[in-house]
């Protein structure tokens, strides 16, 4: 069925659980993102801009408790207040939190609405100071919001953009790929309701002026739509691929983790895509996934080739999984099976160079096509390292004995007495 916009002539609108999670997930990933921002105990400033680009009525009704909801502005300040508090509280001088939002919301009463809930909650005074809340169109709005982050962040333009969309076609691939090139550190948070286009994706006139505008013209490579349904078996999952792989190529990001929010009628309805230039910003959000295993899912593998579904059915390959039919659920049995594939595909990499891999260049150049965090790696390694299949060596020579003991710039080298062999 078609997305149904939230609707706020009458007070809160009503929230499904689903959307519930998606709104935990940004309260879990900023208060994690904050204490990465603040490390030095000599940091005096931290400068940040958040952006909700679709940001709704601020304010929601439990679709089944009844219960008020925050939307997500006033998780972002919730989160901003708490953050300084945690973060200052045993400091000698305190760092200052210099953060400024834009609240950005096209539709009338959902826009009145947010301005009555942020009043209402004692911003009024901070609304056209720190708070910019904007009464127009995301992509209307986008340009300026980069240029004000530009202005006072001009070495990095730390930032994150939660782009909230209703549906899957508001925010097209080259606006990201805009934000990116102009804002070094930026991080966007991107919700695309991939079932719904699958639901409706055809080999029509209508389907491809979509994928025009969202900036994925050929996803398919030649094919269509209807000889993939015809010919393979778990065509949604094959289309699912195409598309995640277009998105992520076009939109200009080195790291990305687009998984599921899990949805009790099967399939997940919806991607929560996080986007950005570095690792360790990937890693912070990988970790939030396996917090919150009761909200995400996905449907590829364990180990290092997540997403490599076309020509290939993992519905037919359990072991694959590494559990049932149901998916990849960053539960006690996914990490298991993420450990052991690691276990058997890391070695391969390591042997292939003469002189190893660092720790830091094997997470980074691979994190993307898994689902593991940093530290289910390093455990990984670990194993690894017990049953003598590889060696690590610090900078200095030093040769580590525990997972413990890795760091970032360790080489991870084959033994000298090879007992690690490949068929």
């Not at 900036?215 to 078996?233: A, H, N, T, Y």
Request: hydrophobic fraction near 40%; proline fraction near 4%.
């Amino acid at each position: 069925m078609p997305y149904k916009p939230y609707d706020w002539k009458n007070g809160p609108d009503h929230i499904q659980q689903h959307s519930i999670a998606k709104h935990r997930i940004l309260q879990t990933y900023l208060a994690a993102y904050f204490r990465t921002l603040v490390r030095s105990p000599n940091q005096e400033i931290l400068k940040l801009t958040l952006v909700d680009g679709f940001a709704g009525g601020g304010m929601y009704v439990h679709s089944n408790t009844r219960d008020l909801v925050k939307g997500s502005p006033l998780i972002f300040l919730d989160a901003a207040r708490e953050a300084e508090f945690l973060i200052n509280k045993d400091r000698y001088k305190p760092v200052k939190f210099s953060i400024d939002y834009f609240f950005v919301e096209a539709e009338k009463h959902a826009y009145a609405h947010l301005d009555k809930v942020l009043r209402e909650a004692g911003y009024g005074d901070k609304i056209g100071n720190m708070i910019q809340l904007r009464h127009a169109r995301f992509q209307d709005e986008v340009d300026s919001i980069i240029e004000f982050i530009k202005k006072k962040n001009p070495i990095n333009g730390r930032s994150i953009f939660m782009l909230d969309q209703y549906g899957y076609k508001e925010v097209p691939t080259q606006l990201i790929k805009r934000i990116f090139a102009n804002l070094p550190s930026a991080e966007v948070i991107l919700t695309f309701a991939v079932d719904s286009f699958l639901n409706y994706a055809a080999d029509s006139d209508l389907t491809q002026r979509l994928l025009d505008n969202i900036g994925v013209p050929d996803i398919l490579q030649g094919r269509s739509f209807e000889e993939i349904k015809s010919s393979e078996k778990h065509w949604r999952l094959f289309i699912q691929s195409a598309l995640y792989r277009a998105l992520v190529d076009r939109c200009g990001a080195k790291y990305y983790t687009p998984f599921f929010i899990r949805n009790k009628k099967g399939h997940g309805d919806y991607w929560l895509i996080h986007l950005s230039q570095h690792y360790k910003a990937r890693d912070v959000m990988t970790e939030v996934h396996w917090e919150h295993n009761n909200y995400f899912i996905h449907y590829g593998g364990a180990g290092l080739d997540m997403f490599q579904i076309i020509g290939y059915d993992p519905f037919c390959d359990a072991a694959y999984l590494g559990q049932s039919v149901l998916g990849f659920e960053f539960d006690d049995v996914a990490r298991k099976s993420s450990i052991s594939t690691l276990v058997e595909q890391i070695p391969r990499l390591i042997y292939a160079n003469d002189e190893g891999l660092s720790f830091g260049v094997l997470f980074a150049t691979t994190c993307n096509g898994s689902p593991a965090s940093e530290k289910i790696y390093r455990e990984s390694i670990g194993k690894l390292l017990e049953e003598k299949l590889v060696e690590i060596v610090s900078e200095d020579g030093v040769k580590r004995r525990s997972a413990n003991q890795i760091k970032l710039n360790d080489q991870i080298i084959a033994p000298v007495q090879r007992t690690f062999t490949f068929g």
